[in-house]
């Protein structure tokens, strides 16, 4: 009998008692059936076994209001192409905004930039901006499916601009402003904006960054915009033709909320594009409303009381998933700025100064927090902070200790996993059960999430491949420019047949928790063990010479296997004979000396994603000779030329 590890955190009786979801199963054991004994693993098991039912409940327990009532929930079950609440029409910006009825004068954005001042925008305020803003853009000529593009920073304006698209029934899509001209045309130029919405330039790290070369670009490279709305951020004039945002947003006028089937588009968003062009993934009105509903209501606990600031641009996934914070009627926090400016403490005090109750930030950030020796909790009142929420890459066990010790040992640690693709969670945040270090607390409701082997078969605590194996509402009605479907099927679907496969790999333990362990594409396979990435960037950034690492195995024509790991030093570090020792040392120790790399490779530094995350398959694929324009789509990846070391590395070797 294996003795189970002591939980890091515990909710006490009366967090649980007082917990959304808590209220939710006893509400829906009366009304539909659900387990009212059995806590979470019940009510979970029952979400995915009556999906029909389950999603029902959901759509009566947050009063989704309908203009057009539904035939039945789920219409074709197969996936791709799962039919939600067929004939049902609704808006999700009318459900966005219902907390203006009741709480018109308090905030509903906080936003705050690198002053770290918070400026409040109340319910009436927002909503009146979308009502002006939406009239204009019928104005324009802007109908139902029409799209609309943002070139735009984490700003209030943002969020006006996308639910004015919502209430007229356009498709809203958004980069942020660091990026390049070149990779905002690889994702507008698919979908075809009618209307832009710009800033002159952004603020960043201290600087002021003017893009208004790279507007001009967009706009010769758009031929399909009809119309330009200047936000001038840095305060500088309107460039010819375009109008001015805030004449677009003074009128008084009451939101009309164009009444939308539930699978049409809300928005368009991108895949990291790490190779070829990004996947312009679309996601529907309804499957996003009842999904965020569920993962920012239930799953995250959120309500008019709470506060949710979340750190990211409006080039990721997370900002939309912000902005339906809305939803819950929180007040949520836009920050707009480098996440460690004036100094890495800044998301601490950006949290203390708006008073957030969920903070959530990338595992990348807290890791940076303890090497840089941040003490959240001894410099900020973080009192509110009930729960720090994390995603982007797996958090480490060092993570969960450090936020343990480090911001309140009573604090909900929420690592939460999904993807662009569902623009939601798999697993993560429940707020009735324990928090084990390293581990994703349980799968979310009415996601029938498994690990499985090869041949389809589910595991448990064993590593295999994380798939999806009933619907969810959020999941892409398409991708846009795929018009026979191939890419979407080719993308999820071409492995197990009609089961959502993502990429990653998982173990689901025998508690139902869950432990990610990195992409499946780009796992190190050695003499048939395979082995997950994120475990050696744990092991190995430690030790404080190592700033960031990259590790990649691949598959030699010979039959065997070579496993490089590239190290970017820490200032002042060398790679000498002693700190190689250490590293593989490190490994051998804290993993299996299986893990221990062939070879350790000094580079000048580790490529990312515009998102973040670090690029694994294209490196592989240039250390496998293929060359730089076939392994990797240089518009999406942070800095180019840090790619030219594995391309050279590659000649050599080769």
Same mark, same amino acid.
Request: include cysteine.
């Given at each position: 009998?294996?003795?189970?590890?002591?939980?890091?955190?515990?909710?006490?009786?009366?967090?649980?008692?007082?917990?959304?979801?808590?209220?939710?199963?006893?509400?829906?054991?009366?009304?539909?059936?659900?387990?009212?004994?059995?806590?979470?693993?019940?009510?979970?098991?029952?979400?995915?076994?009556?999906?029909?039912?389950?999603?029902?409940?959901?759509?009566?327990?947050?009063?989704?209001?309908?203009?057009?009532?539904?035939?039945?929930?789920?219409?074709?079950?197969?996936?791709?192409?799962?039919?939600?609440?067929?004939?049902?029409? *609704?808006?999700?910006?009318?459900?966005?905004?219902?907390?203006?009825?009741?709480?018109?004068?308090?905030?509903?954005?906080?936003?705050?930039?690198?002053?770290?001042?918070?400026?409040?925008?109340?319910?009436?305020?927002?909503?009146?901006?979308?009502?002006?803003?939406?009239?204009?853009?019928?104005?324009?000529?802007?109908?139902?499916?029409?799209?609309?593009?943002?070139?735009?920073?984490?700003?209030?304006?943002?969020?006006?601009?996308?639910?004015?698209?919502?209430?007229?029934?356009?498709?809203?899509?958004?980069?942020?402003?660091?990026?390049?001209?070149?990779?905002?045309?690889?994702?507008?130029?698919?979908?075809?904006?009618?209307?832009?919405?710009?800033?002159?330039?952004?603020?960043?790290?201290?600087?002021?960054?003017?893009?208004?070369?790279?507007?001009?670009?967009?706009?010769?490279?758009?031929?399909? *915009?009809?119309?330009?709305?200047?936000?001038?951020?840095?305060?500088?004039?309107?460039?010819?033709?375009?109008?001015?945002?805030?004449?677009?947003?003074?009128?008084?006028?009451?939101?009309?909320?164009?009444?939308?089937?539930?699978?049409?588009?809300?928005?368009? !968003?991108?895949?990291?594009?790490?190779?070829?062009?990004?996947?312009?993934?679309?996601?529907?009105?309804?499957?996003?409303?009842?999904?965020?509903?569920?993962?920012?209501?239930?799953?995250?606990?959120?309500?008019?009381?709470?506060?949710?600031?979340?750190?990211?641009?409006?080039?990721?996934?997370?900002?939309?998933?912000?902005?339906?914070?809305?939803?819950?009627?929180?007040?949520?926090?836009?920050?707009?700025?480098?996440?460690?400016?004036?100094?890495?403490?800044?998301?601490?005090?950006?949290?203390?100064?708006?008073?957030?109750?969920?903070?959530?930030?990338?595992?990348?950030?807290?890791?940076?927090?303890?090497?840089?020796?941040?003490?959240?909790?001894?410099?900020?009142?973080?009192?509110?902070?009930?729960?720090?929420?994390?995603?982007?890459?797996?958090?480490?066990?060092?993570?969960?200790?450090?936020?343990?010790?480090?911001?309140?040992?009573?604090?909900?640690?929420?690592?939460?996993?999904?993807?662009?693709?569902?623009?939601?969670?798999?697993?993560?945040?429940?707020?009735?059960?324990?928090?084990?270090?390293?581990? *994703?607390?349980?799968?979310?409701?009415?996601?029938?999430?498994?690990?499985?082997?090869?041949?389809?078969?589910?595991?448990?605590?064993?590593?295999?491949?994380?798939?999806?194996?009933?619907?969810?509402?959020?999941?892409?009605?398409?991708?846009?420019?795929?018009?026979?479907?191939?890419?979407?099927?080719?993308?999820?679907?071409?492995?197990?047949?009609?089961?959502?496969?993502?990429?990653?790999?998982?173990?689901?333990?025998?508690?139902?928790?869950?432990?990610?362990?990195?992409?499946?594409?780009?796992? !190190?396979?050695?003499?048939?063990?395979?082995?997950?990435?994120?475990?050696?960037?744990?092991?190995?950034?430690?030790?404080?010479?190592?700033?960031?690492?990259?590790?990649?195995?691949?598959?030699?024509?010979?039959?065997?296997?070579?496993?490089?790991?590239?190290?970017?030093?820490?200032?002042?570090?060398?790679?000498?004979?002693?700190?190689?020792?250490?590293?593989?040392?490190?490994?051998?120790?804290?993993?299996?000396?299986?893990?221990?790399?062939?070879?350790?490779?000094?580079?000048?530094?580790?490529?990312?994603?515009?998102?973040?995350?670090?690029?694994?398959?294209?490196?592989?694929?240039?250390?496998?000779?293929?060359?730089?324009?076939?392994?990797?789509?240089?518009?999406?990846?942070?800095?180019?030329?840090?790619?030219?070391?594995?391309?050279? !590395?590659?000649?050599?070797?080769?």
């Amino acid at each position: 009998m294996s003795t189970q590890p002591a939980p890091l955190w515990q909710p006490n009786d009366e967090v649980i008692a007082q917990a959304q979801i808590t209220k939710f199963q006893a509400w829906a054991a009366e009304r539909h059936g659900a387990p009212s004994e059995g806590g979470y693993a019940a009510l979970h098991r029952w979400s995915v076994d009556e999906l029909d039912t389950f999603w029902k409940a959901v759509t009566e327990w947050f009063d989704v209001r309908f203009s057009t009532p539904y035939a039945r929930v789920l219409g074709d079950r197969s996936m791709p192409g799962a039919a939600w609440f067929p004939d049902g029409t *609704l808006n999700y910006a009318e459900h966005a905004l219902r907390a203006a009825e009741t709480r018109a004068d308090e905030p509903a954005l906080l936003y705050v930039d690198e002053s770290h001042e918070s400026v409040p925008v109340t319910w009436s305020a927002l909503r009146r901006q979308v009502g002006s803003l939406a009239a204009e853009l019928r104005t324009l000529g802007v109908r139902p499916g029409d799209r609309v593009s943002g070139y735009l920073p984490n700003i209030p304006q943002a969020v006006v601009a996308l639910l004015a698209t919502a209430a007229v029934g356009g498709v809203w899509t958004s980069c942020a402003p660091d990026f390049g001209a070149r990779s905002v045309l690889d994702r507008f130029q698919q979908v075809e904006p009618v209307v832009l919405f710009t800033v002159d330039g952004y603020r960043y790290g201290g600087k002021e960054h003017d893009r208004r070369d790279a507007v001009a670009e967009l706009r010769r490279e758009l031929p399909t *915009l009809r119309a330009v709305v200047h936000i001038p951020l840095l305060g500088t004039e309107a460039p010819e033709g375009a109008l001015d945002w805030s004449a677009l947003t003074s009128a008084d006028v009451e939101p009309v909320f164009e009444p939308v089937p539930f699978d049409h588009p809300l928005w368009v !968003l991108y895949s990291s594009g790490t190779t070829g062009l990004p996947k312009a993934i679309v996601q529907s009105q309804g499957g996003i409303l009842v999904e965020h509903l569920k993962q920012l209501g239930l799953h995250c606990d959120l309500g008019p009381e709470d506060r949710f600031f979340w750190y990211t641009s409006t080039g990721w996934m997370m900002w939309n998933f912000l902005v339906s914070g809305l939803l819950t009627g929180t007040t949520i926090v836009l920050y707009d700025g480098s996440p460690g400016y004036p100094d890495t403490g800044a998301q601490w005090r950006i949290a203390e100064r708006t008073g957030a109750t969920l903070y959530g930030t990338s595992a990348a950030y807290v890791m940076a927090c303890r090497k840089a020796g941040v003490h959240p909790s001894r410099d900020f009142d973080l009192a509110r902070v009930r729960c720090v929420a994390t995603t982007g890459s797996p958090l480490p066990p060092d993570g969960f200790r450090w936020l343990h010790d480090e911001v309140r040992d009573d604090l909900w640690i929420a690592s939460v996993s999904g993807g662009t693709d569902v623009c939601s969670c798999f697993a993560g945040a429940v707020p009735t059960l324990p928090v084990h270090v390293g581990e *994703l607390q349980a799968a979310g409701l009415g996601t029938d999430l498994q690990s499985w082997d090869p041949s389809g078969k589910p595991l448990i605590d064993e590593v295999g491949e994380l798939v999806v194996t009933n619907p969810m509402p959020s999941m892409p009605i398409r991708f846009w420019n795929d018009p026979d479907g191939s890419r979407y099927h080719d993308s999820y679907f071409d492995t197990y047949p009609g089961v959502w496969r993502h990429g990653d790999w998982i173990t689901i333990t025998s508690r139902g928790s869950v432990v990610i362990h990195g992409r499946s594409d780009s796992t !190190l396979n050695r003499q048939g063990v395979r082995m997950g990435s994120a475990d050696i960037y744990e092991a190995v950034e430690r030790l404080p010479e190592i700033k960031e690492s990259l590790v990649i195995g691949i598959e030699q024509p010979d039959g065997g296997y070579w496993m490089p790991l590239f190290v970017h030093l820490a200032p002042g570090a060398v790679l000498d004979e002693a700190l190689l020792n250490r590293i593989k040392q490190t490994i051998r120790e804290q993993l299996s000396p299986r893990h221990v790399p062939d070879e350790v490779i000094e580079v000048p530094g580790v490529p990312h994603t515009l998102t973040g995350k670090r690029i694994e398959v294209p490196v592989k694929r240039l250390l496998q000779g293929a060359p730089m324009e076939k392994a990797v789509n240089v518009g999406s990846v942070d800095n180019v030329e840090l790619l030219r070391f594995y391309e050279e !590395l590659a000649r050599k070797r080769g």
